[in-house]
């Protein structure tokens, strides 16, 4: 009978070393998991904090805000004998300051853009990805600063409000 009860023993401590290894493995990899989860969210909530702050001083609060401009009239590069584009459009800015800056400097913004679309070719422009792309390209040069290192502007879009090519 002595040798049942060694026998049942022997099994016991040896399954009790599997289970207590397996339970350390497992808790050291749950604390290593909850760690590096914690480092992740700890890293992550301090990099976009201020971006968040960033984010909300520049989003707009209430309705978006827009300066229509006046419609250009110009000459295209000729393909098929003289061509003109005639176009209106409203840019959408990122606050009233920017309305009043683009505003205080219209005749800058006018000479850029009729120059870029006094460049362009019928062709180029009268397809819905040609349009897509002159509102890219009018993006650019309204978001381009009025100084030598200045700012650039808050345009966030261009948005067509007439577009004839005769």
Known sequence: MKA???????????????????????????????????????????????????????????????????????????????????????LQVASLEQVELIKDNMPKVRSRLLLLLSSKKASEISTPEGKKQLADDILAQVKAPFEDKGEPQEVTDVLFTSFIIQ
């Open 4 to 90: 049942e009860p060694k026998a049942d023993v022997a099994p016991a401590a040896g399954g009790s070393k599997k289970k207590l290894l397996i339970i350390i493995i497992a808790a050291v990899v749950v604390l290593g998991g909850a760690g590096a989860g914690a480092f992740f969210f700890m890293h992550g909530k301090a990099d976009a904090a201020p971006d968040a702050k960033h984010k909300k001083a520049a989003a707009p609060v209430g309705p978006p805000v827009f300066v229509p401009i006046e419609a250009f009239t110009v000459n295209l590069q000729p393909e098929n004998g003289e061509q003109y584009l005639q176009t209106a459009f409203t």
